[in-house]
Nanobody, 120 residues
Framework: QVQLVEGGGGLVQPGGSLRLSCVAS????????MSWYRQTPGKERELVATITNIGTSTTYLDSVKGRFTISRDNAKNTVYLQMNSLKPEDTAVYYC?????????????WGQGTQVTVSS
């Protein structure tokens, strides 16, 4: 079964940094692009960053460009989100995501989420 386990969240002051990790299992990690999403109460989950299966291309939400970096280590089945210069508006639950195709289309798999709180 597909499993995504996030970690690395926590409480950090504005301007600080956190490094999130997502350890994947249950599928061939190196064959799939990975994404990070985030969600705050009352707001739709938003795509933060994506990375292709071998890490050759990345995309970012405009508001995090230049501050966040998504990366992956396929040997460790892990995708990371390095978050620098954190702002209070970055506060959210961050979720790891993989989209896997099936006969019926694309299935989204999600981790349990890790809370990131940016506050002074």
């Amino acid at each position: 079964q597909v499993q995504l386990v996030e970690g690395g969240g926590g409480l950090v002051q504005p301007g600080g940094s956190l490094r999130l990790s997502c350890v994947a299992s249950g599928f061939t990690f190196s064959k799939y692009g990975m994404s990070w999403y985030r969600q705050t109460p009352g707001k739709e989950r938003e795509l933060v960053a994506t990375i292709t299966n071998i890490g050759t291309s990345t995309t970012y939400l405009d508001s995090v460009k230049g501050r966040f970096t998504i990366s992956r280590d396929n040997a460790k089945n892990t995708v990371y989100l390095q978050m620098n210069s954190l702002k209070p508006e970055d506060t959210a639950v961050y979720y790891c995501n993989v989209k896997i195709t099936s006969w019926s289309g694309v299935i989204d798999y999600w981790g349990q989420g890790t809370q990131v709180t940016v506050s002074s």
